[in-house]
């Protein structure tokens, strides 16, 4: 994932890198500051990539774990932030692939979400009854957005949630998900043209 | 996928970059001309950016108060670290277990000779609580001590059995007519 261009030193200037590079040496106070610092945004993105807080948590538990265990190998060629989020966008296709925890939240782009199983005839019926002639109100609103974001597929999904919640570049995208810049930039492309086309009726 | 898709798709990567902020510079000046010359053009990126900003009504949930000390604990109760900081030093006492063994090892040592003497001298009170005094024996033989002179006189059983055959017929004999 993490290109190997000596020029890349430039990340060492970041202090998150710095800590991460304390916690390789041993220093367990820096990796408690970066989990305290990332916990967050973590959970908050895997929230919305896995639909729902518990196995959020537990994802995010998972890859400070991997972090850690992996920290004697950590080279500052990226940011620590792509490299935090290229491990828990492994981690979280891992999940939706063995299915384990599908049960509890069914990952399906287009019947899932934080609110729980989300049918079809159910977003249909919400969709009705927010009829665009009149002003919705923030919770509904608010519905209405997670559900154009739950129409995404995992990919489009989480390119989406890294660009507009982490303000990743195009190339932190595609290091944290193993793409091309081009594929990141067609991903893109592709999900904002469907959050139009869903959300058109309420523009 | 048709030729006008595939324009149309290139279409819209480049208006996307553009909004991203992600073209080179001399794209975003085609770009921009193209937009002011072009009001359908203005409208869909209107309505690309208007559909972007909604996101902005998601909900962002934070991980929990726990979630910190959760994640340090199960470090160190996995074996992956040894030393937490002091703000996290409250972990599992299986953990703690496993990692200070000595410091509980002299006051276990000592709870159990303590118990040992315990149940020692407990032993020793019951028994004595228990056990009989030695004048008990002679107030349990006090019949037979009271008649030891007589039955040291008999000698043995087989005097006891003619003396008793003796009395028989006794008994048996009419007794004398006056």
Redesign the interface.
Known sequence: MVNSDPALSQYLHDPDVQLMLRAKR?D??A??QL??SY??R???VL??LLGN?EA??DL??EV??RI??NRSKYEAKAKFSTWMFHIANNLASNWRRDGARRREAPLAGSDSG?LGARPQEQLLAEKSALMPARVLD?NE??KL??A??ESLNERQKMA?LL???EQM??IDIAEAMDLSPQAV??L???A??N??A???P?? | MSHENLQSQSFTERLVAYLDGELPESDARDVEQSLASDPAMRAEVEQLNRAWDMLDLLERPNASGEFSHRTLTALHVSGATTALPNEHSAAPTVAIETTQPSRFKVPRLVAWSVGLVVVSLLGFVVGRLTARPDGDVWLDDLALIEQLDVYREIGDAQFLRDFQRERDRDDRRPPPTR
Request: no cysteine; glycine share 6%; proline share 2%.
């Open positions: 041993g367990d106070a990796f408690s989990v305290e916990q967050d973590l959970v908050g929230y919305h807080q959020a948590e995010g538990q400070f774990l850690y265990r934080p923030r609103s608010q957005v997670q154009a974001l989406v660009h507009k919640f570049s195009y930039k067609s893109l492309s592709r904002r043209e959050l139009r869903y959300l058109e309420y523009l």
